[in-house]
């Protein structure tokens, strides 16, 4: 764990133990540029608030930042590493987005039916098996 004056400085930090992180507040993924703007307005607010300096900025091992005084003992998380890289969450999530799409652009919104004789899938409407030949 290091200690820095700056919520900035601490993000750098971060930056170089982990690819983005969430925001703990809201569960939002930010990557290294939102999280050191994040940190800019932070460190201006901390600025007019913390004349005597008392705040201190933390990185974890993993890259977790986070913020205490030197009266707590415990550390407020701000910011945790993501699981993974933001751009294999990204493109899993549009991937996901994608296929629902798809699917109902295709109308695909009833449940697959299926024969119950032989478990051939029908087509939606049908009266006979296309397979078994079985009434339905
Ligand atoms: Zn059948």
């Known amino acids: 764990m290091k200690h820095f004056q700056t919520m900035t400085e601490a993000v750098r930090a971060a930056s170089q133990l982990c690819s983005g992180w969430l925001v703990l507040e809201n569960g939002e993924p930010v990557e290294t540029d939102a999280a050191l703007y ?7 607010l901390d600025h007019e608030d913390d004349a005597a300096g008392e705040t201190y900025y933390l990185a974890s091992d993993e890259g977790a930042v986070g913020v205490t ?3 707590e003992y415990l550390a407020q998380w701000i910011l945790i590493p993501l ?3 933001m751009a294999e969450i990204e493109r899993d999530a549009s991937a996901e987005l994608e296929r629902r799409r798809s699917e109902q652009s295709q109308g ?8 119950p004789w032989c478990g051939f899938r029908q087509e939606p409407g049908a009266k006979f098996c296309p397979d078994c030949g079985r009434k339905i």
């Open 108 to 115: 695909r919104t009833e449940p697959a039916r299926f024969c």
């Open 38 to 44: 994040l940190a800019g307005v932070t460190d201006r």
């Open 83 to 85: 699981p993974r890289p």
């Open 69 to 71: 005084s030197r009266y």
